[in-house]
């Protein structure tokens, strides 16, 4: 199994980034998959997930109606749309098969002036 994250950087609060996880070494369209976040001196939280057929997105509380998840089956890849970034925003971010079965490298996005 293999996620390989890409997409992140600096970008100033109010701005956007799009995360994308290239997957590969399994049925990726057999699975939900999912976004995390760790900030430094905090635990690694669920940010969002999405089902196998990517019908149905969850979102945590702070990043909902900012944050959108997506999939696409055919590419075997799972992106992250952020919009109106916050500095408490900042955090390694890492893409996930299902939830927490298999993990990416994690990247890293900074939100600051």
């Known amino acids: 199994v293999q996620l390989v994250e890409s997409g992140g950087g600096l970008v100033q609060p109010g701005g956007s980034l799009r995360l994308s996880c290239a997957a590969s070494?399994?049925?990726?369209?057999?699975?939900?998959m999912s976004w995390y976040r760790q900030a430094p001196g905090k635990e690694r939280e669920l940010v969002a997930g999405?089902?196998?057929?990517?019908?149905?997105?969850s979102y945590a509380d702070s990043v909902k109606g900012r944050f959108t998840i997506s999939r696409d089956n055919a590419k075997n890849s799972v992106t992250l749309q952020m919009n109106s970034l916050k500095p408490d925003d900042t955090a390694v971010y890492y893409c996930?098969?299902?939830?927490?079965?298999?993990w990416g490298q994690g990247i890293q996005v900074t939100v600051s002036s």
């Open positions: 999405i089902n196998s057929a990517g019908g149905t997105t």
């Open positions: 070494g399994f049925t990726f369209s057999g699975y939900a």
């Open positions: 996930s098969r299902s939830y927490g079965r298999n």
